[in-house]
């Protein structure tokens, strides 16, 4: 199974196995201009992916499922707006929570 991905930063068309990102989500790179992903991000939304999938699995026993996700659908959300946000429902922050004395 694969990912077809456009580059941004060059608008170089590759696609992703995505078994190979579960192995090593840094393989998450433009093959034409070398930018790259957060592998922790890539890892993330790999592992989130690989479950869908599983799920989508057990209903294609009575549906035949199709799946298209484009960028424009994910929200817009800027890169600035993904380090200022302030969500408790997050499944990840960059803080680190101190541990409780007892």
Known sequence: MSISVECRQCEADFEL??????????????PNCGA???PEIVGIAVGA???????LT??????CIELTLDAEELGGETEADL????????????????????
């Open 17 to 30: 196995q995505i078994a190979e990102l579960l192995e090593d989500p840094t393989h998450f790179a433009c």
């Open 36 to 38: 790259v992903a957060d």
């Open 49 to 55: 992916l690989d479950e869908a999938i599983s799920q």
């Open 58 to 63: 057990r209903l294609s026993r009575k549906f």
């Open 83 to 102: 380090f200022t946000r302030d969500d408790e429902n997050a499944l990840w922050t960059d803080e680190v929570e101190e541990e409780e004395e007892e």
